[in-house]
């Protein structure tokens, strides 16, 4: 909801300035998540007389099989581990029986369409379920990355931002804060031809410093700056404010 208010202000600046009028954005969680449903929500909206509701697929895609996550081979010390596969179209679907040398899946005649394999998922999925069973997920990948189809590891936190894409799309930077010292943080996920030293393809941050961005502010901390700069406060009027507690000054030196 918050990343679609965005949206809307930002949209909203931009016809303030070809209009010159400016307006009120209002959304909420609610709309948020009817929005969210797309294609599930077109189909019960436009479905015909008597039909079902939808029901709940958990990972898996209610028109698309296989979409899902399957489990893996369980390796010693480690939380049972998941890799996911989609496999789009008739033409995917080819690919992914033959890298899974699993070419009879490819000849049934139940499984030759999508729409047979929707409607035969009650078979399709439990074969596949066992043959992921045979090796463990990172085997899988290695295996299965760049053979023509969608697919990905389920990771644990730690793994997702341990990851070699992680590092080279900068989604790890580490700050100084006041009072919890060194902290590291997630990173920016839009990344800006013209970063902020104005070097083409330069990250909006910098994850090894920090050194473009600010720490999360502590309660009150740019109150007086706000206050003095930008609403034209003076000294001591600010100073009353703040004796009567009317606002909250945080100083780093408190």
């Known amino acids: 909801t918050g ?12 016809e303030r300035e070809r209009t010159g009028k400016g307006q009120r954005i209002d959304t909420s969680l609610m709309e948020t998540q009817l929005a969210s449903l797309v294609n599930i929500a077109s189909s019960s909206l436009n479905a015909l007389p008597g039909t079902p509701p939808p029901k709940r697929w958990g990972t898996a895609h209610e028109s698309i099989v296989p979409y899902q996550t399957f489990p893996c081979k369980h390796v010693d010390g480690k939380e049972e581990q998941f890799i996911v596969v989609g496999a789009g179209n008739d033409a995917q679907f080819q690919l992914f029986c ?8 490819a000849r049934d005649e139940r499984f030759a369409t999508n729409a047979g394999r929707v409607a035969h998922r009650d078979v399709l ?59 590291i943080l997630p990173g920016h ?7 902020p030293q104005g070097e083409e393809g330069h990250a909006v941050t910098a994850p090894s410093t920090g050194d473009d961005i600010l720490h999360p502010p502590m309660l009150g901390e740019h109150t007086e700056e706000i206050l003095r700069d930008v609403l034209g406060v003076k000294e001591d009027e600010l100073q009353r404010l703040v004796e009567e507690e009317t606002v909250e000054c945080w100083r780093r030196d408190a």
């Open 98 to 105: 033959k890298v899974l040398d699993m070419n009879e899946l």
């Open 125 to 183: 999925i439990p074969i596949l379920e066992s043959k992921f069973m045979e090796r463990t997920r990172d085997e899988w990948v290695q295996l299965l990355e760049g053979k023509g189809f969608s697919l990905g590891p389920v990771r644990t936190v730690p793994e997702a931002f341990a990851c070699e894409q992680a590092a080279n799309r900068d989604m790890l930077m580490e700050l100084d804060h006041p009072v919890a010292g060194n902290v």
């Open 3 to 14: 990343s679609l208010a965005n949206n809307g202000i930002l949209a909203a600046l931009h």
């Open 189 to 195: 996920p839009i990344k800006y031809s013209a970063g």
